[in-house]
């Protein structure tokens, strides 16, 4: 789960427990082996031990579902890097965070005019 303030004057609670949060945005129970935490925006990248600054390797880009209501790049996509591995053909990995549910696509007239819907999408 990922909560960022907007530039809005919204003044949201830092801090709160993983099932405060999952009840703010009625998911239910916050799976308990993710990091909930409102600085979230980050990049995994898993590069090769072997890379070098001359190494022309494909880009894999893994962006987790869960429909905009749920999900998190800390539960790591693993089949595409063990295939990887398995077939000898190293690739760089590379999975985005984004802020889910009502604090990246929260809906309304009054956020529609604000500019601020779908920010999960622009993180």
């Not at 709160?16 to 990248?45: F, H, K, R």
């Not at 869960?66 to 590379?94: D, Q």
Request: glycine share 10%.
């Amino acid at each position: 789960m990922c909560i960022q303030q907007t530039t809005a004057p919204l003044k949201l609670p830092r801090n709160l427990p993983p099932a405060a949060v999952q009840y703010v945005v009625g998911t239910g129970t916050a799976p308990q082996d993710i990091s909930q935490d409102e600085d979230c925006l980050n990049l995994n990248v898993i590069v090769p031990a072997t890379t070098t600054a001359k190494s022309k390797l494909p880009v894999v880009v893994w962006i987790y579902g869960g429909g905009f209501v749920s999900g998190s790049n800390a539960k790591l996509e693993v089949s595409t890097r063990t295939a990887s591995i398995e077939l000898g053909n190293p690739v760089i990995y590379v999975a985005p965070n984004y802020r889910v549910n009502g604090f990246g696509f929260l809906p309304g007239k009054e956020m529609k005019e604000a500019g601020l819907t779908n920010l999960g999408l622009h993180d």
